[in-house]
Protein backbone atom coordinates (compact mmCIF):
# COMPACT_ATOMS: atom_id res chain seq x y z
CA UNK A 1 0.00 0.00 0.00
CA UNK A 2 1.60 3.24 -1.25
CA UNK A 3 1.49 5.84 1.81
CA UNK A 4 2.56 9.31 1.43
CA UNK A 5 2.99 11.50 4.53
CA UNK A 6 3.70 15.26 4.59
CA UNK A 7 5.34 16.93 7.46
CA UNK A 8 6.58 20.47 8.56
CA UNK A 9 6.01 23.95 10.37
CA UNK A 10 2.15 24.54 10.07
CA UNK A 11 3.26 28.36 11.11
CA UNK A 12 5.06 30.47 8.87
CA UNK A 13 5.86 34.15 8.92
CA UNK A 14 5.15 36.51 6.10
CA UNK A 15 8.63 36.90 3.96
CA UNK A 16 9.60 33.56 5.44
CA UNK A 17 10.29 30.16 3.52
CA UNK A 18 7.56 27.46 3.70
CA UNK A 19 9.52 23.79 3.38
CA UNK A 20 7.72 20.92 4.16
CA UNK A 21 8.25 17.17 3.08
CA UNK A 22 6.73 14.39 2.33
CA UNK A 23 8.09 10.82 3.30
CA UNK A 24 6.70 7.86 0.65
CA UNK A 25 6.44 4.44 1.80
CA UNK A 26 5.19 1.67 -0.45
CA UNK A 27 7.05 2.81 -3.62
CA UNK A 28 10.01 4.51 -4.59
CA UNK A 29 10.15 8.01 -5.87
CA UNK A 30 12.74 6.92 -8.59
CA UNK A 31 9.64 4.46 -9.72
CA UNK A 32 10.03 4.26 -13.78
CA UNK A 33 7.47 7.45 -15.05
CA UNK A 34 6.40 8.67 -11.64
CA UNK A 35 5.96 11.92 -10.51
CA UNK A 36 5.87 13.23 -7.02
CA UNK A 37 3.71 16.43 -6.99
CA UNK A 38 3.14 19.57 -4.50
CA UNK A 39 -0.43 20.56 -4.67
CA UNK A 40 -2.34 23.07 -2.42
CA UNK A 41 -5.77 24.23 -1.57
CA UNK A 42 -6.69 27.05 0.22
CA UNK A 43 -9.68 28.13 2.23
CA UNK A 44 -12.80 28.12 -0.33
CA UNK A 45 -10.33 27.79 -3.59
CA UNK A 46 -9.73 25.04 -5.81
CA UNK A 47 -6.76 22.83 -5.49
CA UNK A 48 -3.61 24.39 -7.69
CA UNK A 49 -1.04 22.20 -8.53
CA UNK A 50 2.71 23.74 -7.39
CA UNK A 51 5.03 21.57 -8.97
CA UNK A 52 6.67 18.22 -9.08
CA UNK A 53 9.76 16.14 -8.77
CA UNK A 54 10.26 13.35 -12.03
CA UNK A 55 11.33 10.41 -10.83
CA UNK A 56 14.67 11.07 -13.26
CA UNK A 57 15.36 13.91 -11.66
CA UNK A 58 14.08 16.66 -13.11
CA UNK A 59 12.04 19.17 -11.15
CA UNK A 60 8.69 21.08 -12.66
CA UNK A 61 7.27 23.93 -11.18
CA UNK A 62 3.73 26.15 -11.79
CA UNK A 63 4.56 29.14 -13.84
CA UNK A 64 2.93 31.45 -11.57
CA UNK A 65 4.78 30.30 -8.44
CA UNK A 66 8.17 29.27 -9.80
CA UNK A 67 9.84 32.35 -8.79
CA UNK A 68 9.44 31.68 -5.27
CA UNK A 69 9.34 27.13 -5.74
CA UNK A 70 12.39 24.76 -5.51
CA UNK A 71 11.83 21.19 -4.92
CA UNK A 72 14.02 18.69 -4.02
CA UNK A 73 14.68 14.50 -3.32
CA UNK A 74 16.11 12.79 -1.20
CA UNK A 75 16.37 9.17 -2.57
CA UNK A 76 18.19 7.60 0.05
CA UNK A 77 15.02 8.51 2.84
CA UNK A 78 12.31 7.82 -0.24
CA UNK A 79 11.33 11.97 0.30
CA UNK A 80 10.71 15.04 -1.75
CA UNK A 81 10.51 18.42 -0.23
CA UNK A 82 9.11 22.17 -0.91
CA UNK A 83 10.57 24.86 -0.44
CA UNK A 84 8.42 27.81 -1.11
CA UNK A 85 9.90 31.52 -0.41
CA UNK A 86 8.79 35.34 0.20
CA UNK A 87 5.28 33.62 1.70
CA UNK A 88 2.44 35.64 2.66
CA UNK A 89 -1.00 35.23 4.36
CA UNK A 90 -2.33 34.40 0.51
CA UNK A 91 0.14 30.98 -0.24
CA UNK A 92 -2.44 29.91 3.66
CA UNK A 93 -3.68 26.24 2.45
CA UNK A 94 -3.57 22.97 2.79
CA UNK A 95 -0.48 21.59 1.21
CA UNK A 96 -0.65 18.04 0.25
CA UNK A 97 1.74 15.37 -1.90
CA UNK A 98 0.52 13.09 -4.04
CA UNK A 99 1.98 10.90 -7.20
CA UNK A 100 1.14 10.89 -10.04
CA UNK A 101 2.25 9.13 -13.71
CA UNK A 102 1.67 11.97 -16.22
CA UNK A 103 -1.47 14.46 -16.81
CA UNK A 104 -2.63 17.40 -15.26
CA UNK A 105 -6.41 16.16 -14.47
CA UNK A 106 -6.70 15.99 -10.34
CA UNK A 107 -8.25 12.06 -10.81
CA UNK A 108 -4.35 11.29 -12.31
CA UNK A 109 -3.07 11.81 -9.06
CA UNK A 110 -3.28 8.91 -6.18
CA UNK A 111 -2.56 8.50 -3.23
CA UNK A 112 -2.48 11.65 -1.60
CA UNK A 113 -1.05 12.73 1.31
CA UNK A 114 -3.50 13.67 4.61
CA UNK A 115 -2.43 17.36 3.61
CA UNK A 116 -0.84 19.66 6.32
CA UNK A 117 -2.15 23.08 7.17
CA UNK A 118 -0.46 25.94 6.84
CA UNK A 119 -0.74 29.32 8.10
CA UNK A 120 0.60 32.53 7.24
CA UNK A 121 0.70 35.55 9.84
CA UNK A 122 1.66 39.06 8.37
Known amino acids: QVQLQESGPGLAKSSQTLSPTCTVSGDSITTTNSYWSWIRQPPGKAPEWIGA???????YYNPSLQSRTSISRDTSKNQFSLQLSAVTPEDAAIYYC??????????????WGQGTQVTVSS
Open 53 to 59: SHYAGNY
Open 98 to 111: TRSYGGGRLDCFAP
